[in-house]
């Protein structure tokens, strides 16, 4: 790290929420859940946000929405992104948000590129929407009130329907309080490399409200490198986090140095190269949560945490049997017995523990609604179609 780049006294402000360290847990579906953020927060600092949430779902208190709008009293400020295709909807989830005092923070989501969602006209599809996207956020930003509104998205739909510049200034005069750019088109889903340059675009573009940057932030040091040649105001961290919620310290210490609240071999220092054992504790430990979240259902909380096994030993040397016993763990008590197994002691692995986690996939086709394409505006559009994409209890 060089020398400090930020300005001592400049912290990340969205609306009234000013954040200690420039740092947001983005919101995967599946994975953010109370257990999990409660988990990166103990790590580190910053903001840390729900999984993706549909607003139909929402406002028709289904038990999966209502769950997964759940906070534990120890997070605060309480996040939560919502989606939706219809502006009327979505008004409606963010009154419920404000007037039942569930959310510090709402997000609008239009940057999820999965199918199920796009072909519906939702996530990164909308914005192609002119109209509809200022609808949707101009409504959402009144519904909201005094509670900060922000929005997150991908630079379009592929190279030759790129939306972000155009949907990032009818945010900003609706209102919102930021504005998070994945650099990356929905057809790229997430592979290749984050193109950075479209957020530097978006910082110069946008000048009233902070500008967020999204895609490949591996460790601190990507962060650091993502604010110092972007302008950025704040990143958010996604895929990189996963088995590795201790990230979160690695960022705080390194931004801190940033801003120069501590040195540079201090934030170093800090950095996490934890042996196998620091690993299994937090691996148990999310666990325990899961099983809070999950209203004291164990087993439920263990068929939870099998996806999170292999991000969390990545590169260390475990095993298959006991890799595959992990993905199969029926209880905690289960659990301890496989860790008791395994050495403790064995050091980090250093660069097989790093870089990219979870999958890339490759380019593919965005599927959207019927001659979606064709126009910038939403004249034609079936909404009772299209409310479809709202049945679910998240969008992921």
């Known amino acids: 790290m060089t020398s400090s780049s930020l300005a001592t006294d400049q912290r990340l402000r969205i609306g009234p929420i000013a954040l200690d360290v420039p740092v947001v847990l983005a919101p995967m579906a599946g994975i953010t859940n109370t257990a999990f953020r409660r988990l990166c927060r103990e790590y580190g600092a910053g903001l840390y946000v729900s999984e993706m949430i549909t607003s139909r779902a929402l406002v028709e208190r289904t038990p999966a929405s209502m769950r997964l709008i759940k906070h534990h009293e120890s997070e605060t400020p309480r996040s939560i992104q919502l989606y939706g ?10 009154k419920f948000l ?7 923070h709402i997000d609008l989501n239009f940057g999820c590129p999965v199918p199920k ?14 109209d509809l996207f200022k609808a949707i956020v101009e409504g959402a930003v009144k519904a909201a009130g005094d509670i900060p509104l922000t929005v997150k998205m991908r630079k379009g739909i592929d190279a030759d329907h790129l939306t972000f510049l155009d949907a990032a200034r009818t945010a900003e005069d609706a209102g919102v309080a930021a504005i998070a750019l994945h650099g990356r088109t929905a057809n790229e889903f997430y592979s290749g490399h984050a193109d950075w340059s479209a957020i530097a675009e978006l910082k110069q573009a946008i000048t009233s ?6 895609g490949d932030i591996w460790s601190a040091e990507d962060a650091i490198r993502m604010v110092r040649e972007t302008g950025c105001d704040g990143v958010v961290v996604g895929r990189g986090c996963l088995g590795r919620p201790w990230l979160f310290g690695d960022l705080a210490a390194a931004f801190r140095a ?23 504790q937090a691996m148990r430990r999310h666990t325990e949560l899961l099983v809070e979240f999950f209203d004291g259902e164990e087993d439920r909380a263990c068929r939870d945490i099998r996806k999170h096994v292999a991000w969390y030993f990545k590169g260390y040397g475990v095993g298959g049997d006991t890799r595959r016993s992990l993905a199969a763990v029926e209880s905690l008590e289960q659990m301890d017995e496989i860790f008791a197994t395994m050495d403790g002691s064995m050091p980090y692995p250093g660069e097989g523990a790093e870089g990219q986690r979870g999958r890339a996939g490759s ?4 599927v959207l609604p019927d001659r979606w394409l064709e126009s910038r505006t939403s004249d034609g559009i079936d909404f009772a179609e299209l409310a479809e994409a709202e049945r679910d209890d998240s969008g992921g």
């Open 85 to 94: 295709v219809d502006p009327k909807t979505v008004s409606e989830a963010v």
């Open 117 to 130: 969602v796009t072909r519906k006209g939702g996530g990164s599809a909308l914005p192609w929407k002119q």
């Open 258 to 280: 940033e801003q120069g609240e501590i040195s540079t071999e201090a934030a170093e220092a800090a950095i996490a190269k934890p042996p196998l054992g620091f690993v299994m």
């Open 209 to 214: 409200v902070p500008v967020l940057g999204n």
């Open 363 to 366: 380019p593919k086709r965005v």
């Open 98 to 104: 404000v007037a039942e005092d569930r959310a510090d």
